[in-house]
């Protein structure tokens, strides 16, 4: 990959293996789901929206590297005549914007699992989200990914400082995952946000998303409300329902 338009391109077929699995549920094994305010459907449809805006812009950001008086065109003052450091800072807003995003589609949903499987369980589902994924993935015979949703923690904390890791404990962290070690280390940059990283971190999300919802624990409940759901489903449905 190249250009910003093969890895917007890369990422479409990410979004397009989401939504084949949000179809593949609500005509099987989610068929008598409420299509409108379930937390199941919702953690398939946030991930959806979250990769089309990334999608969206990574194109953005391919138009205006083709054109080096983009700059000039816009109707107010962007104080950088730099061409090249704008297009970076756009970058990395949406990088950090997509992975803000991304994790909290999980965070929301989790927590809103754990809540109807076990009320008691970690506050109600209030607790640190350590807590909240470590609870539910054991519950549901699927732990393996805790120490994913370890990787995917430490990024997104050390966003927080600036791309730094500062974790309260004061402490590296070192987390094996699928025969790969992720090292952060206290007040070094972390190296795990290329676009090529981000790429195998979203397939294995949507791995790890599947996964859980096929859990017999999760298919089984009766609903798991999450008004999301109904401000954006109508339009992947084809307003059918």
């Given at each position: 990959m190249t250009t910003h338009k093969e890895i917007a391109l890369e990422f479409e077929k990410r979004r397009m293996n989401v939504y084949i699995i949000l179809?593949?549920?609500?005509?099987?094994?989610?068929?008598?789901?409420?299509?409108?305010?379930?937390?199941?459907?919702?953690?398939?449809?946030k991930s959806i929206e979250a990769l089309t805006n990334l999608e969206i812009g990574l194109m953005n950001i391919f138009n205006i590297t083709q054109d080096p008086e983009w700059i000039k065109k816009y109707p107010f003052n962007l104080r950088n005549d730099d061409h090249n450091n704008v297009r970076y800072s756009h970058e990395m807003f949406f990088k950090i914007a997509f992975i803000h995003i991304y994790f909290?589609?999980?965070?929301?949903?989790?927590?809103?699992?754990?809540?109807s499987i076990d009320p008691s369980a970690c506050n109600n589902s209030t607790a640190e989200f350590e807590s909240?994924?470590?609870?539910?993935?054991?519950?549901?015979?699927?732990?393996?990914?805790?120490p994913f949703l370890d990787v995917l923690r430490c990024i997104r904390n050390t966003i927080h400082n600036n791309g730094t890791f500062f974790p309260i404990s004061n402490k590296d962290?070192?987390?094996?995952?699928?025969?790969?070690?992720?090292?952060?280390?206290?007040?070094?940059?972390?190296e795990n946000?290329?676009?090529t990283d981000l790429l195998s971190i979203v397939?294995?999300?949507?791995?790890m998303m599947e996964n859980v919802l096929k859990t017999p624990i999760i298919m089984n409940m009766t609903s798991i409300e999450d008004p999301f759901t109904s401000q954006v489903w109508p339009k992947y449905l084809g307003e059918q329902n």
């Open positions: 179809h593949k549920f609500t005509i099987k094994e989610y068929a008598d789901v409420s299509v409108q305010n379930d937390a199941r459907l919702t953690l398939l449809i909290s589609v999980i965070e929301s949903s989790f927590r809103a699992f754990l809540k909240i994924y470590v609870v539910l993935l054991k519950r549901l015979a699927l732990k393996q990914y805790i962290k070192h987390i094996v995952y699928s025969g790969r070690k992720y090292d952060f280390c206290v007040g070094k940059p972390q946000t290329s676009w397939d294995e999300i949507t791995l």
